[in-house]
């Protein structure tokens, strides 16, 4: 069971009203939060101002999770989606999927993302060759791969930055 967690819910801007919230509505309402803030932005100018939001929401899992930024032509971001779930050491991530999704959001860019529960972020083999795989399937759609992130509660790594893209 869920540890309650001592939290204060704001009633009103003058008053403060004591609540408790379990672990997982806490991380949810954090991650809700962050991602109301990317979607206010007027635009991502780097990948890496997504990287709290994508690690409060994908890093705590002990499986594989994959999600996705949306965004439009101008990096504003659209919508986040979890779209895929693994084992311990991967997921089967399908692009058919990304790009069905990313056509219905009338999205330009993608920002893909998922955890490693190792807790080590570095990209593996799979990794990399997912992320081409990707970046060439979503080409076909005219919608671009702005990085493929992957996240653990402590650290965090861009495939883009190390030349994957």
Request: hydrophobic share 40%.
């Amino acid at each position: 069971m869920a540890k309650d967690v001592p939290s204060t819910c704001e009633d009103s801007v003058l008053h403060r009203v004591p609540c408790y919230l379990s672990r997982d509505e806490l991380i949810n309402a954090a991650s809700a939060l962050l991602l109301e803030d990317l979607v206010s932005q007027d635009r991502l100018s780097d990948p890496e101002e997504a990287v709290d939001f994508l690690k409060l929401t994908l890093a705590q899992h002990p499986t594989e999770h994959f999600g996705v930024l949306f965004l439009t032509n101008k990096n504003r971001v659209i919508a986040y989606e979890h779209l895929f779930q693994g084992s311990i050491d991967t997921t089967t991530i399908h692009p058919r999927v990304i790009a069905q999704r990313a056509l219905a959001l009338n999205a330009a860019a993608v920002i893909l993302a998922h955890n490693h529960p190792s807790g080590c972020s570095q990209p593996s083999t799979a990794d990399r060759t997912s992320t081409r795989r990707m970046t060439q399937a979503l080409e076909l759609v005219d919608v671009r791969v702005l990085d493929h992130l992957i996240v653990t509660p402590t650290e965090w790594t861009s495939l883009g930055r190390l030349g994957f893209l």
